[in-house]
T-cell receptor
């Protein structure tokens, strides 16, 4: 059974810092990995999708990497802003074709 | 529409009553998913529809839960004889790609509270 772990569970940083969120998964036979953002009381917003054949994806200040063989992904956020404060979720698709989620990293960026 | 929509946004019901939750996927998306987000369990998969294929119901927690998708578009998730442990946010997602290979776009969710 696929298990997804995210570290740290919570993170507080001052505005302007670069930061890294970590995600690991136990079954490397994934189709893709997706990073989401969730604001309090809201649904999920897709940030980046990395297919299993890819190593990284970039969107603006966000960069996600994937090392499928070791079961790891990182989300790098450059020059963090207070508006980046949210919970970040990592999820993978395996044989069942649906997402298996980690428990998330709650990020607070202090102005 | 511009995104996935869900209704109602909030639902309060009494234990033992039936509830129906609705999802309107993005137009043209053939894949539709239901997930549940609760405090104790995090985000968990419930059911997956892909085109005209039989749905993958492997995530449904009990036979009180069922879902249908009419005309390959709108989906309804029904919970019969609701229990307090059914209280959660129910999220719907849709995807253009088949087989789970594409980005899943989520709706705002329905927050269900069973008293």
């Amino acid at each position: 059974k696929q298990e997804v772990t995210q570290i740290p569970a919570a993170l507080s940083v001052p505005e302007g810092e670069n930061l890294v969120l970590n995600c690991s998964f136990t079954d490397s036979a994934i189709y893709n990995l997706q990073w989401f953002r969730q604001d309090p009381g809201k649904g999920l917003t897709s940030l980046l999708l990395i297919q299993s054949s890819q190593r990284e994806q970039t969107s603006g200040r966000l960069n996600a990497s994937l090392d499928k063989s070791s079961g790891r992904s990182t989300l790098y956020i450059a020059a963090s802003q207070p508006g980046d404060s949210a919970t970040y979720l990592c999820a993978v698709v395996t044989g069942r074709r649906a997402l298996t989620f980690g428990s998330g990293t709650r990020l607070q960026v202090q102005p | 529409g511009a995104g996935v929509s869900q209704s109602p946004s909030n639902k309060v019901t009494e234990k033992g009553k039936d509830v129906e939750l609705r999802c309107d996927p993005i137009s043209g998306h053939t894949a539709l998913y239901w997930y549940r987000q609760s405090l104790g369990q995090g985000l968990e998969f419930l059911i997956y529809f892909q085109g005209n294929s039989a749905p993958d119901k492997s995530g449904l927690p009990s036979d009180r839960f069922s879902a249908e998708r009419t005309g390959g578009s709108v989906s309804t998730l029904t919970i019969q004889r609701t229990q307090q442990e059914d209280s959660a946010v129910y999220l719907c997602a849709s995807s253009l790609a088949t087989g789970g290979t594409g980005t899943q776009y989520f709706g705002p969710g329905t927050r269900l509270l069973v008293l």
